[in-house]
């Protein structure tokens, strides 16, 4: 195989044959993936401190997992993590809808404003959050769904502007003449929306909804400033631990986390290939 | 119709977002009355406290490590995109997934992932120690004297590791954008300067470069700006003098309950991004209006 490359020159544009170029990637991606990796091997050894193998265990993942305030922390950012997936989809999906129809005074600001909250660096957006649920005065001793309001509200306003942008660059590829198309058939305004342009954004909402599932998943700094004594997320779990020491129960955990990671990843990339299918459909 | 729409999502960010923004920039002109009470007397105060030499040199210093981290991640992520751009299209989708996934892994294990590597007896240093060891005895076979035992190297909890930690958490914010700018040019110009004798350099400087300006000004901006205000990176990576201005920002908040002098620098630092954001636009406005 090697033979036969080395007997056809290369083209000059044929850069990911040069040996330099794909040595360069090659380092990058280990640079990328090695601690990764590593981390995900030695969540199985047999040693609490030493790197060397020790012989294969999954007594860290039972350790983890019997481990009740952090299994309750995942419960947390799991229920945060659906609600706010949920709700930042409606609100999304109607901020896409208003901005890619009509057209209004003052929209460029509106437009604008829209976007603040992905632009905006995330340690002033939890610094907001905190002082505002202060002076509100947001209850900490709810009972359980509702104590985690705060968290989840913070969650909505910093994913529902990604739905925006995600359905906004959905609804770019319609043909407004179907929805007239619709209505001159006798279908009213809701049915048409209903029948015919929900359908055309499914792919954008499945995206978007992906997209605010990790990224309410992923959150440490905002929720780090927005819980309450006692309530505890995943990553601000995680964090104190790992502040604390470096430990096979924390590698344990954080492999569990990749595992969801490249699962989800999996499932956006299936959808984007269908969307890519509809798209040549049309 | 517009009225049911647009009353949600404006309402929501009105109410969630804009309101608190709002709150920390009066807080900002606030002093500290009683424990839990702030006063807001439009004092400039805390502006005057947050442009001390203290505070300017920590900010500084994050725009220094912020900006290195983005020209570290440009010369990486170049030739990276370069390769996705021209590569087969058996290869092209597995690459950028390559780029992708540790995109969308949390922040706090890649992190964590790199502490696992750098502390002291970390991979990096056993590994290194292992080679210094079998390297070791082979130099007594040689017949030179055994060589001093392995100090492990401090990796952890210095400037080093900050960078390297950005770098790390920020390069497919880089990679993405500079692909997508390099995936749009027409390769027949490349093919073109080649043909004309130019060498792949100065293609690449003369032409290549030139093109995918605005990509490249978008990705340095888009890895630039969350490095500037990067928290849990500086905290769990750095040491006690590689402190950056989100750390800074959050002593304010939970240790030092000054939520006034919090609040300015706080948004000195969104000022700071704005600022960034609106020269690039300014920029885009311009190169369009050319065209």
Known sequence: M?????????????????????LWVGLTLFFLYAPLLTLMAFSFNDSRRNIVWMGFTTKYYKKALDNG????????????????????????????????????????????????????????????????????????????????????????????????????????????????AAKDLGAGEWQAFRDVLL????????????????????????????????????????????????????????????????????????MEKQMGAMTQGH | ????????????????????????????????????????????????????????????????????????????????????????????????????????TNLLVRTYALMAVLRTEGYANQSIGWLHDKFGSLMTLVGMGPPQAYEPMHLLYNNFAVVLGLVYVHLPFMVLPLYAALDRLDKSLIEASLDLGAGHTRTLLNIVAPLALPGIISGLIITFVPALGAYLTPDLLGGPDSQMIANVIERQFKRA???????????????????IIALQALKTKRTEGRV
């Open chain 1, 2 to 22: 090697f033979g036969r490359s080395n007997r056809t020159p290369i083209a000059p544009l044929e850069y990911t044959r040069r040996t330099w170029l794909r």
């Open chain 2, 1 to 104: 119709m517009f009225a049911t729409i647009a009353s949600v999502p404006i309402g929501w960010l009105l109410l969630f977002f804009i309101i608190p923004m709002g709150i920390v920039w009066l807080y900002s002109f606030g002093t500290n009355a009683g424990l839990t009470e702030i006063k807001i007397s439009g004092t400039f105060a805390n502006y005057a406290r947050a442009i001390e030499p203290l505070y300017l040199t920590i900010f500084a210093k994050s725009v220094g490590v912020a900006a290195l981290t983005t020209l570290i991640c440009l010369f990486v992520g170049f030739p990276v995109a370069l390769a996705i751009v021209f590569a087969t299209d058996k290869w092209k989708p597995w690459l950028l997934l390559g780029i992708m996934l540790p995109f969308w």
């Open chain 1, 199 to 270: 359908p055309h954004m499914k792919p954008g909402l499945i995206a978007g909804a992906l997209l605010a599932f990790t990224l309410s998943l992923d959150d440490f700094v905002i929720t780090f400033f927005t819980s309450g004594p006692n309530t505890i997320t995943f990553p601000v779990k995680v964090y104190s631990m790992v502040r604390f020491s470096v430990t096979p129960e924390v590698n344990a955990v954080s492999t569990l986390l990749i595992l969801l990671t490249v699962i989800l990843t999996t499932i956006a990339l299936r």
């Open chain 1, 69 to 180: 305030s952090l299994m309750e922390a995942l419960g947390n950012s799991l229920t945060i993590a659906a609600i706010s997936t949920v709700v930042s989809l409606v609100i999304g999906a109607l901020a896409a809808v208003m901005l890619w129809r009509f057209r209004f005074p003052g929209k460029a600001p509106v437009e604008g404003a829209m976007a603040l909250p992905i632009v905006v660096p995330e340690i002033c957006m939890g610094v907001a959050m905190l002082i505002f649920f202060a002076k509100v005065g947001y209850p900490t001793e709810l009972p359980w769904p509702l104590s985690l309001g705060a968290i989840i509200i913070s969650h909505i306003t910093f994913c529902f502007p990604f739905v925006t942008m995600v359905v906004r660059a959905r609804l770019a590829s319609f043909n407004r003449e179907q929805e007239e």
């Open chain 2, 257 to 275: 309950n000054d939520w006034p002098f919090g609040a300015a620098l706080s948004f000195l630092l969104m000022y700071a991004t704005f600022i």
